[in-house]
């Protein structure tokens, strides 16, 4: 890409409802967080670049709703060269009902870019946005000519590749 050249990524959030969603994205737009946000509904499945799925890592039913995810996705989707990332938020809270291993195993099962974060106190959301664009600078067939895509295939030699502090995983 040229210097001159400004990209507009269009970023899809997925995910069950009161995982965090939009908290991570004001979190990362805005530097804000907001214990009241209200929750929202609806997915744009027009988005055709970057797939971001959430979970809550206190509630184990919306880990258990992921495939439901990814098979609305893979359902709607218009390309196959996505770079998708795994986020398992709300680690600031106690009573963990998963674990980072079990985060990871489902990342790499499913060729995702995975990370843990909280848009409550800032850790891996800075992170998160930042290895998403970072992967999209390295797959050109995502922001060249939409008809000149490839697939994406990440591999566990990508493992830990990030600059995040341990945060991402690259699987």
């Not at 965090?20 to 027009?46: C, H, M, N, Y």
């Not at 709300?90 to 963990?96: L, P």
């Not at 566990?156 to 699987?171: F, P, R, T």
Request: aromatic share 8%.
């Amino acid at each position: 890409m040229e210097d001159d050249t400004l990209t507009t990524l269009k970023i899809l959030i997925i995910g069950e409802s009161g995982v965090g969603k939009s908290s991570l994205l004001l979190r990362f737009t805005d530097d804000t967080f907001d214990p009241e946000q209200a929750a929202t509904i609806g997915v744009d499945f027009k988005v055709k670049t970057i797939t971001v799925d959430v979970y809550d890592v206190t509630r184990r039913e919306t880990f258990a709703k992921l495939d439901n995810w990814l098979n609305e996705l893979e359902t709607y989707c218009t390309r196959n060269d996505l770079v998708k990332m795994l986020v398992g938020n709300k680690i600031d809270k106690e009573n963990h009902e998963l674990d980072r291993a079990e985060g990871l195993k489902f990342a790499r099962k499913h060729s995702m870019l995975f990370i843990e974060a909280s848009a409550k106190t800032r850790d891996g959301v800075q992170c998160a946005f930042e290895e998403l664009v970072e992967k999209i600078i390295q797959t050109p067939g995502l922001w060249q000519s939409e008809s000149h895509g490839r697939g994406v295939q990440l591999s566990d030699e990508d493992a830990g590749g990030g600059s995040c502090g341990g945060y991402c995983s690259l699987v």
